[in-house]
Nanobody
Framework: QVRLVESGGGLVQAGGSLRLSCAAS????????MGWFRQAPGREREFVAG????????IYTDSVKNRFAISRDNAKQMVYLHMNNLKPEDTAVYYC???????????????WGQGTQVTVSS
């Protein structure tokens, strides 16, 4: 099992940048695929980005391609979401998640953090 704690959210103007961090605890962290999801008010939670356990494969939802980048540091048990050129429609609670399908960040996720709020003003 893995415990996840997000940080780094906040208020930023459109066009700005933020880096979200996710600290993981658990001896098998390096075997998990990791992902970021978000949920805006009144909307369903959506997948944002995922990365395989090796870090060699990453995937993104279309709306964030070329703006967001996911990365991980297995030695530190950290996952990051680098967000650039933020838009008001990126406003949401962002969740870190872990999947036992280490090589398949596109598959279902098993463990979730509590979320961190990102607000982008226009």
């Amino acid at each position: 099992q893995v415990r996840l704690v997000e940080s780094g959210g906040g208020l930023v103007q459109a066009g700005g940048s933020l880096r979200l961090s996710c600290a993981a605890s658990g001896r098998t962290f390096s075997s998990y695929a990791m992902g970021w999801f978000r949920q805006a008010p009144g909307r369903e939670r959506e997948f944002v980005a995922g990365i395989s356990w090796t870090g060699f494969q990453s995937i993104y939802t279309d709306s964030v391609k070329n703006r967001f980048a996911i990365s991980r540091d297995n030695a530190k048990q950290m996952v990051y979401l680098h967000m650039n050129n933020l838009k008001p429609e990126d406003t949401a609670v962002y969740y870190c998640a872990a999947s036992i399908w280490g090589d398949h960040p596109e598959r279902e996720y098993d463990y979730w953090g509590q979320g961190t709020q990102v607000t982008v003003s226009s």
